[in-house]
């Protein structure tokens, strides 16, 4: 077990980011005044493949009745052009680059793992998958390892963090260890890698993933980041985005082949808070609420996206040591917190002069034009040329894909967001529109939408609403 810091230290923090009282401005009625608008950029979105209808475990009056809670879609990156999707409700499927009808690789569900979804269906369960780049590699320390992120029950096992501060469970990584890494069903054995608690049943684990663009013998060739959310509620009232002690509110950075017997992990020399008292040394960067996916673009820069509390959504390039000012900064304003106490759920204007080093966003938006950020990719496939070197995402409760253009960004210089065109068997038309269902969160309808990736850098559009993967081709002539 590892211990918080005290309270000392988020309260220097805090008060070094505050307003002087005299100085306290007023709220912000409207944020970001400018709404997004649909650019020139058209694409085709083609049913893919349709993922198997599923239920949750447990009803939940926040629920929605989703089809099939399809997180992701991922290559296995072993050369065979398979991708795998992860259904939150337990399974991970199997499917190919050419459409190839899933089939399911595994039941997390059946494994005695503790595996528990039923605090909160909409976000819990399993939530994430990576093979490790060694997955095909016969005679190598990874041959036929992959990972999983899922939700446990508090009491199938001792975690790392928070033990007696999991009220609600606690998010898993597990290493697993095929028999044959060529099978589309797996068989084999698994182990525990490393385990948090969760006093609240969302803002969970979320991504796990490896660097692609890491080249093996280098320093990031192997090492596993994955997001943790700040753990939950609302206001993140234990703080933990701007406390070091708990990998709460973080991207975590662990070797998953380097367990010391004290941990089933290792921790990288070159993560930037290594050997600083009282600090995580897992953590990679932090002051983050919810950044549920990320991914890399082929130069190696991180891309995430960080969903807001009442009002902004972030785009942000990964910084190792970064703090991104979470919970005294939404976007490029500041929180009530930043300005006094008692104050949360509204927004302000930023100090002249930052008295702590935050990392601003690259792009923002508010809750005029969408609800929660997903984060995606940018794209460097062939098949759609004007879309090459956009970092496009979507906002999954409204389901619009957005995007941005990703060669120039710079952290806290804000760029111009732009909505793909859509267009679904000859119509041009808004996702929430085709499979939209009802909300549980906001008047209106939902799309549960996010998006995956293949080997050749295509993009799929993912539903949760109809369990349709769809990928994203240039839009025919008409």
């Known amino acids: 077990m590892h211990l918080v810091p005290s309270l000392g230290t988020t309260a220097l923090i805090i008060a070094a980011a505050a307003f002087p009282v005299e100085a306290q401005p007023a709220p912000l009625t409207d944020p970001i005044p400018d709404p997004i608008r649909k650019g020139d950029l058209v694409v085709e979105a083609t049913k893919f493949v349709r993922a198997p209808q599923t239920a949750d475990s447990a009803a939940d009056a926040m629920t929605n009745e989703a089809y099939a809670r399809i997180q992701y879609l991922t290559p296995v990156g072993d050369g065979s052009g398979r991708l795998v999707i992860n259904d939150l409700r337990g399974l991970l499927y199997i499917t190919d680059e050419n459409g190839a009808a899933p089939v399911t690789y595994m039941d997390i569900r059946t494994l005695d793992v503790g595996f528990d979804d039923s605090m909160f269906p909409n976000e819990t369960g399993l939530v994430g998958v990576a093979f490790h780049p060694q997955f095909a590699d016969a005679g190598t320390p990874g041959f036929g390892k992959f990972y999983t992120a899922y939700s446990a029950r508090s009491d199938s096992g001792r975690a790392d963090y928070l033990d007696d501060d999991a009220g609600s469970h606690e998010s898993v990584i597990r290493e697993w260890t095929a028999d044959d890494p060529g099978a589309d069903v797996f068989s084999g054995t698994s182990r525990e890698v490393f385990r948090i608690g969760q006093f609240a049943p969302n803002h969970n684990v979320g991504t796990i993933a490896f660097n692609p663009t890491a080249a093996p013998g280098s320093p990031e060739y192997g090492l596993l980041y994955a997001s943790l959310g700040d753990a939950g509620a609302a206001y993140d009232p234990r703080d933990f985005g701007q406390s070091l002690g708990v990998p709460h509110g973080a991207i975590i950075r662990i070797d998953p082949l380097a367990g010391d017997g004290s941990r089933g992990y290792g921790i990288p020399a070159d993560n930037p808070f290594v050997g600083e008292a009282g600090v995580a040394p897992e953590i990679w960067a932090y002051g983050l609420r919810h950044a549920q996916q990320f991914s890399w673009d082929t130069d190696g820069r991180m891309f995430m996206g960080d969903i807001g509390q009442n009002a902004v959504e972030e785009v942000n390039l990964g910084v190792p040591g970064a703090n ?32 702590h080093p935050f990392v601003y966003p690259v792009a923002q938006y508010d809750h005029d034009d969408g609800y929660a950020i997903s984060g995606g990719f940018v794209y460097r496939g062939q098949a759609i040329p004007a879309l090459q070197g956009k970092y496009v995402f979507t906002d999954f409760p409204r389901g619009r894909v957005l ?17 793909l065109r859509l267009v679904f068997e000859g119509e041009e ?47 025919r002539a008409r």
């Open 429 to 475: 038309r808004d996702l929430v529109e085709v499979a939209g269902f009802p909300n549980t969160y906001a008047p209106g309808d939902r799309a549960d939408a996010r998006l995956g990736i293949d080997s050749a850098g295509e993009l799929y559009l993912l539903t949760k609403s109809d369990g349709w993967v769809r990928k994203l081709e240039p839009a």
């Open 324 to 355: 991104y000012g979470w919970r005294l900064r939404e976007g490029t304003f500041a929180t009530g917190y930043a300005v006094g106490p008692g104050r949360p759920g509204r927004l302000y204007p930023r100090p002249a002069q930052d008295e």
């Open 403 to 419: 995007h941005i253009d990703a060669d120039t960004l710079v952290s806290g210089q804000l760029a111009e967001i732009r909505e």
